[in-house]
């Protein structure tokens, strides 16, 4: 059916979905991890305002203090600003995979639906058919696929209810 490819392909969909979920909810956590960095390393820019060329580091001793060029020149608010991007790119993946799912789970409805009306036309059809011998027998007529033929049309009736 039509309907159970349809679904097979969201089923794949969704399972690629789930893994571009996983890879930016990774990218959001480093991103998180990264901003809390910047930020704890820009809390102590009064520290390193303090430092002065040829004078011991009061926490490390050092004469040297090399790093404080790139520590200056550091930007958190790019790294909040992709990390917001990154949140919203989540929010839209999450919005997708549950129209995903909730699609998916409406096609299983009618798969179903039309499987359940499948076997009440088999059913008809068989009954038709067992009439259709009891009535031969009774003429004392041969049967020749006569119940067949008139169940046929039914059958198509649900097969193009799509």
Do not use: F
């Amino acid at each position: 059916m039509a309907q159970e490819q349809q679904k097979a392909v969201q089923e794949q969909a969704l399972i690629s979905l789930r893994e571009q979920y996983r890879d930016v909810q990774q990218q959001v956590r480093d991103k998180e991890t990264l901003l809390l960095q910047e930020q704890r390393i820009q809390a102590l820019e009064q520290y390193r305002e303090q430092l002065q060329p040829e004078q011991a580091c009061p926490l490390c001793g050092s004469l040297e203090h090399p790093a404080i060029a790139a520590y200056q020149a550091l930007d958190s608010s790019a790294t909040a600003a992709t990390l917001q991007a990154k949140r919203e790119q989540l929010k839209v993946l999450g919005e997708q995979g549950e129209n995903l799912r909730s699609n998916g789970a409406t096609l299983s409805e009618r798969i179903d639906q039309q499987r359940l009306q499948l076997q009440q036309v088999e059913q008809v059809r068989l009954q038709q058919a067992e009439l259709w011998q009891q009535q031969c027998q009774v003429l004392g007529q041969p049967l020749a696929d006569a119940a067949a033929l008139k169940a046929q049309p039914m059958i198509d009736k649900v097969l193009n209810t799509d």
